[in-house]
């Protein structure tokens, strides 16, 4: 692996996708961070980078953008704010990797999108998506019985209120999530189509936020083509993702507050009803790391031709 290391411009790291990334490149030894913008916290000092305790917000400002020395950008905006920043990235240097976790490019085919467990990003990869944070999760319990189903999946997912954004909702609103759960975009949410697009076109999705403020739990139905067992389905969830090491499955069903805080993805609670075909399968990450931020540096690292994993398996943030 070559010893260059790498600069990194951070857009958008105020938000709590952007704060984990910061976390996260402050352990990396390959990339360094080496400017963050963001439109309210300008001049300040970014709080937990060790690695340059000196390193300062630089404002967010679109007519302003200058990126020297830079080699990545990480998009970590909200929803249809990165596409102008980027038309302006290109402008600048079009050589700049550019690593986008809003939704702006998942749907666009000359933009790289990648589950890294599931998806290949190849090495020298310029534009690459980064999957939402339920799609994950969704993409996780189906890609190992895409060859053993071929009938409706239907998923249910439950997240933390931090999926909602920092700035006030009802999906992060204290007061609507007190003492409850709040179902919203129960049909044609983007996370099923996103699925619908990379991974398998026969899904329902429903999500649901709950009072809690991170982590994703997802539970998926599906039909199995055949009668198998309860066994089997766990010993071909554990061979398809053997090698990869951010992948825990368990045959119990996982739980969020084992997982939140970590790079870790958690699959298990196989369960077939008596038919032998019906089948129920859940999966948590939390959905600010192996959601967001965890994915960002699995896929900048393979763009890198660095084990995706690398730098990520010590778990707990």
Not at 31 to 56: C, D, H, P, R, T
Not at 86 to 107: A, L
Not at 195 to 200: A, D, G, P, Q, T
Not at 220 to 247: C, G, N, P
Request: glycine share 6%.
């Amino acid at each position: 692996m070559s010893e260059k290391k790498y600069n990194i411009a951070l857009l958008g790291g105020r938000g709590y996708v952007g704060q984990e990334i910061i976390k996260l490149l402050n352990k990396h030894p390959v990339f360094n961070l080496s400017m963050v913008f963001s439109k309210s916290l300008a001049e300040k000092n970014v709080e937990g980078y060790i690695k340059n305790s000196n390193l300062k917000y630089t404002k967010l400002s679109l007519e302003s953008l200058s990126l020297p020395d830079v080699d990545i950008v990480i998009c970590a905006l909200g929803n249809g704010e990165s596409s102008s920043y980027i038309d302006q990235i290109e402008k600048i240097n079009n050589s700049i990797i550019i690593i986008d976790i809003g939704s702006d490019y998942r749907f666009d085919d000359e933009w790289s999108y990648s589950v890294p467990e599931i998806h290949n990003i190849l090495k020298g990869t310029k534009r690459i998506s980064n999957p939402g944070c339920y799609a994950t999760a969704i993409q996780l319990t189906i890609a190992p019985l895409k060859d053993y189903i071929n009938s409706k999946v239907s998923c249910v997912g439950i997240s933390g209120y931090s999926g909602a954004g920092s700035t006030p909702n009802d999906k992060n609103n204290p007061e609507i999530l007190r003492n409850n759960i709040l179902p919203y975009s129960l049909t044609n949410h983007t996370h099923e189509k996103e699925v619908k697009r990379h991974c398998y076109e026969k899904i329902t999705f429903s999500p649901h936020v709950a009072e809690f403020f991170r982590g994703i739990l997802v539970t998926s139905h599906f039909s199995l083509d055949q009668k198998t067992s309860e066994s089997e389905v766990y010993e071909i969830f554990k061979e398809f993702y053997l090698a990869k090491k951010l992948i825990k499955v368990d045959k119990n069903p996982p739980l969020i507050s084992n997982i939140i805080n970590t790079n870790l993805a958690s699959i298990g609670g196989f369960s077939l009803g008596d038919d032998g075909k019906s089948l129920v399968v859940c999966s948590v990450i939390d959905n600010l790391l192996k959601g967001a931020a965890t994915q960002c540096i699995q896929n900048l690292n393979a763009a890198f031709g660095i084990e995706d994993s690398l730098y990520l398996e010590d778990t707990h943030i």
